[in-house]
C-alpha cells in the first residue's frame, strides 16, 4: 500500500462535514455556556463566604425524654445580635422541641451557646437549624 495516497471516506457513511459558520456558533456557545457557568460559581461563592452569621453544632446532651441541651458556636459581628432556631428531633427525624434564642453583642465575633429546648418525647440530637441577624 502507498502511504503517499490519501484514502477516501466512502459517501454517506459519516455526516457532512461541519462548515465555518457552524463551528462558530458551536464555539459561541460553548462559550457563553463557560462563561454563565463561572459566573454562577462566583455568585453562589460569594454569597456563601460573605454571610454575616455562621453557626456550627459542637454537641447536644439529652437530659430525659423531656428536655436536650444544645451547645453551638455562633461567629458574626461582635456588635450584631442574632436570632438562632434550634430544634431537636426523634429517632425519625420528627421535630420534638424546638427553641428561638437571642445571641447578643460580646467582645469576640464566636459565641458558644448552649440552650435547653423542652421535648414533647425522647430526643435523639439537637441541632441548629438556622441563624439571622436581628434587623
Known amino acids: 500500500m502507498d502511504d503517499d495516497v490519501p484514502v477516501a471516506v466512502p459517501a454517506g457513511r459519516y455526516d457532512r462535514p ?41 454537641g447536644f446532651h439529652v437530659n430525659d425524654d423531656r428536655s436536650v441541651d444544645v451547645t453551638f458556636n455562633v461567629t458574626k459581628a461582635a456588635s450584631a445580635t442574632v436570632t438562632c432556631r434550634v430544634r431537636a428531633l426523634s429517632q425519625s427525624y420528627g421535630e420534638v422541641g424546638v427553641s428561638e434564642v437571642e445571641v447578643g453583642a460580646a467582645d469576640t465575633r464566636t459565641q458558644r451557646v448552649t440552650v435547653h429546648v423542652m421535648t414533647s418525647e425522647l430526643a435523639v440530637t439537637g441541632t441548629v437549624d438556622r441563624c439571622s441577624t436581628v434587623p
Do not use: K, S
Request: no cysteine.
Open 18 to 58: 461541519v462548515g465555518p459558520l457552524r463551528r462558530r456558533l458551536t464555539i459561541a456557545a460553548v462559550t457563553v455556556a463557560g462563561a454563565l457557568v463561572l459566573a454562577l460559581g462566583a455568585w453562589y461563592a460569594w454569597d456563601t463566604f460573605t454571610d454575616p452569621v455562621q453557626w456550627e453544632d459542637v
